[in-house]
């Protein structure tokens, strides 16, 4: 199957800080990826829908200019997380889609702001 | 409002026991999914159902697509601690054109020796 990876797995920030977060498509080409963010035995929320090359579709609630997204290349796409809070502390997940209806997701990386 | 109801939200039972995991919707979906995640990774896709009425099944597990297409299930049979987990169900709208995927609540599922 399609595999995605992203980078990194964790990470710890102070507040006020930014931290980027990338997701890779590894063997194949995603034109839509989409950034989930997932609390504690919840399910995931989506955040944003990214295609390469064109700007990022927000969900409602969700502050474009918090969190940043880019979706330069057809393998690539990355999360800004813009000074963050302690509140943005979280498990944010993300999934590609080459041309079909199946999303292939990440491993997730794990924000913690201190 | 919750476009895609899953219930239970939490499950707890021995090993060797039966269950099922509902989604409802009152919304026609043009395809289904369902993932499995452990803690601290990703989703995992255990099936894509498409045709109303469809039944598909992986080892124990056994995925159906309602007639209408508008709400599933998951059967375990002889549950065992390895399907411990959180269960997600989700799917693609067939009114919407962006084919984001409409996530059910979850049901974390514990599995006791």
């Known amino acids: 199957g399609a595999v995605v990876s992203q980078h990194p797995s964790r990470v710890i920030c102070k507040s006020g800080t930014s931290v980027k977060i990338e997701c890779r498509s590894l063997?194949?080409?995603?034109?839509?990826m989409f950034w989930y963010r997932q609390f504690p035995k919840k399910s995931l929320m989506l955040m944003a829908t990214?295609?390469?090359?064109?700007?990022?579709?927000?969900e409602q609630g969700v502050e474009k200019d918090k969190f940043l997204i880019n979706h330069a290349s057809l393998t690539l796409s990355t999360l800004t997380v813009t000074s963050a809070h302690p509140e943005d502390s979280s498990f944010y997940i993300c999934s590609a889609r080459s041309g079909g209806k199946t999303q292939y997701f990440g491993p997730g990386t794990r924000l913690l702001v201190l | 409002t919750q476009l895609l109801e899953q219930s239970p939200q939490f499950l707890s039972i021995q090993e060797g026991e039966n269950l099922t995991v509902y989604c409802n919707s009152s919304s026609v979906f043009s395809s289904l999914q369902w993932y499995r995640q452990e803690p601290g990774e990703g989703p995992v896709l255990l099936v894509t159902?498409?045709?109303?009425?469809e039944v598909k099944k992986l080892k124990r597990l056994t995925f159906q697509f309602g007639d209408a297409r508008k709400d599933s299930s998951l059967h375990i049979t002889a549950a065992q601690p390895g399907d411990t987990g959180l269960y997600l169900c989700?799917?693609?709208?067939?009114?919407?054109?962006?084919?984001?995927?409409?996530f059910g609540q979850g049901t974390t599922l514990q599995v006791k020796p």
């Open positions: 990214s295609n390469e090359g064109s700007k990022a579709t927000y």
């Open positions: 989700a799917g693609v709208l067939s009114s919407g054109n962006t084919g984001k995927l409409i």
């Open positions: 159902v498409v045709t109303g009425g």
């Open positions: 063997d194949f080409q995603a034109t839509t």
